[in-house]
Each structure stands twice: as C-alpha cells, then as structure tokens.
C-alpha cells in the first residue's frame, strides 16, 4: 500500500534544497514563496507558468496539476500583497477557485534569476537562435550578432516569440551589430545601453527608457529600444525550470503551460483604411 503523495510544500523544500546545493541559497524574500491556496496539499501534477492567470489555474485544474509555480504575482501586484485587494470581486473568485480546486501556488522569481547559468534570458537565447553568438563568458548587456536592420531584427523577434507587440524606438534602418538585455527601468537598462546598439526589454515605463533612447537618437546615437510583452520575453525560462524539476520531483507529472500573448495589437490596414486587430 502506497502512502500520501508529498505535499506542495515537502516539493517545495525539495526545489529549495536542490537550489542550495547549486549555490542559490534561499533568502527572505517579499516575492517568492506560496502566495495562493494550501501548501499543504497532497500534489497530484505540477503546473509550470509564467503568471498564475485565473485561466492558467483553470487550465492546471483541467489537467489535474494541483501545485502551480509561477514566475509572477498572484495578486497582479509585485510582491503579492493579497492584502491590497481584499474585498475585490476578482481576488475572492480567484482565491476560492484555488481552494475549492485544492490548489497551491508557488512563486519562484529572485531565485530563478539567481541560478547559474540563468535559466530565463538562457532559454530566450535558444528560442532567439543567438546561442552560438553567446559564449560562457558573454554578457546579457553586449551580446554580438550578425549585422542586420533595426527593422529586420524587430520582424525576427516577433516571428520567433509569437508576437506583434513589439514597440520600437530608433531608426529603422540602422545597422544592428550588438544586442542587450535590460530590465523594467531605465537604471537597470542602462548597462545594455550604453554596451549595444539595442537594448531588448519585457515591459518598461515609456517615460523613462523610451524617452532616454529618442533623446540620445536626437544627439545623433545610433541606439534603439526594442520593447515586447514581459510574459513573450520570459515564459520561455519557466519551461527551462519544468525540465529541471522532472527528475526532482518523480513522483507527479509536471507540465509547462504556456500563458501566451497577453496583449492584443491594434495594426492600421493602410491599404483600407481601418484596422485589424491581432493577438
């Protein structure tokens, strides 16, 4: 006679101890840890996702993945403060979907950025086809690759992410030698700035990284901001982690469920007149 599966939260020991041993030593932390539902559940399958959607839980839920870790908030907010939105219609259903469904959510953001290598801007290199551009010693800030258009390489990105919610700011015909990976703010873009042609971000304030990049441009630099859906850019390195955590947890199935597109594009048919709109 079999025992009780392990619980949400004896998996989640097990990931934090694995991360130990790999360097990562787990720190207090206002992000990570589990923010929706009972840890003490018994797992039945896990769900990897980038943001633990309601329509992400719904679809774990379908598939019977009752421990769901996710690289983002549950609560639409930074560092999940349920707290903040008590009381909303949307928190309540949300909270109550995952307890009558028996549901624990587990949030893993700082520690994942901080393995080694890093799994989330590692994996977009591989979806991206730059791996071979990026060697043991290369940096997200200056990444070099072959020449092409400011244009061209907007186009190439969103083929290969699945997107059309790509914003640019630049000369589209600029030559385009070197990328960056920058983060939300401008502080943290600036490294990727000032070392590439490009800087590539998931999500950015406009009034800072953006304005920065066009008055630069106006100084006659030749830099340019690529900015695409912060989900588009990062889900790929939960996929990544799934795959880590299939030998470490044996005993459930384990699943990446993608979030896909978040956004709708709103594209002017010229040839019209009016517009399509594109997710």
Known sequence: MTGEPPTARAFADRI??????????????????????????????????????LEALQRAAE????LVISHEAASWYGFDSLGLMRGDV????????????????????????????????????????????????????????PERTLHDLAEELGAKLGTTNISVVGDPEMAVRSIGIGAHTLPTALPALRASDVVILGETAEYDTFEYVRDANQLGMRKAVIRIA??????WGMAAFARLLRPLLPEARVEWLPNGDPFMAYLPDSSEGDARVSS
């Open 230 to 235: 912060h989900e588009r850019l990062e889900e």
């Open 90 to 145: 949307v928190t309540r259903t949300k909270t109550r979907f995952a307890r009558e469904h028996g549901m624990a959510v587990w949030r893993i953001h700082d520690h994942l950025h901080r393995m080694q290598p890093e799994p989330v801007f590692t994996e977009l290199m591989e979806v991206l086809g730059f791996t071979p551009f990026f060697g043991p010693e290369a940096d997200f800030a200056h990444i070099a690759i």
């Open 16 to 53: 934090v101890a694995k991360l130990a041993a790999d360097g990562v030593d787990w720190q207090r932390s206002n992000a990570d840890g589990f923010v929706l539902g009972d840890p003490d559940v018994p797992v039945r399958g896990v769900a990897v996702v980038f943001e633990p959607t």
């Open 63 to 66: 598939r019977d993945l009752n």
